[in-house]
């Protein structure tokens, strides 16, 4: 009774099939085209602007992920209304060095946000 392995070429011609049925990317006659504004371009003169871009790009990824899980702990109501102030004011004090960080180094927090081709932008549009 051991585990059975998956058929590995079913799996491979399952995945081609799903790359087939993916839009071609339309053709543009005559006229070169050009890579979507937010991805990141690497080149070797402009390796560690890249590098610090695409650093910032995780932290604030990851600074909206903790702040959404944060805001469905004060909904599901289990922090006391000092925990919530705390809690509220670490949230800001992050944005505002996300921000501080991003203009150090030339960029705004929407310059982070990458064009990731058919799945979208990286990061949700801010909430209003």
């Known amino acids: 009774m051991g585990r059975e392995t998956p058929d590995v ?53 990851l600074r909206q992920l903790i702040e959404r899980q944060a805001l469905r702990r004060v909904d599901a109501g289990g922090l006391t209304e000092g925990q919530e102030e705390e809690l509220g004011a670490t949230l800001l004090a992050l944005h505002d060095r ?12 929407e310059d982070l946000n990458l064009d990731l081709g058919p799945l979208g932008p990286l990061l949700p549009p801010p909430e209003s």
């Open 98 to 109: 996300m921000t501080e960080l991003c203009a150090q180094h030339g960029f705004s927090l």
């Open 9 to 61: 070429r079913a799996v491979g011609e399952a995945m081609a099939d799903a790359v087939r049925l993916l839009p071609a990317p339309p053709a543009d006659a005559g006229t070169t085209r050009q890579p979507p504004a937010r991805r990141i371009r690497t080149g070797s003169d402009t390796v560690e602007e890249d590098l610090v871009k695409l650093v910032l790009t995780v932290v604030e990824l």
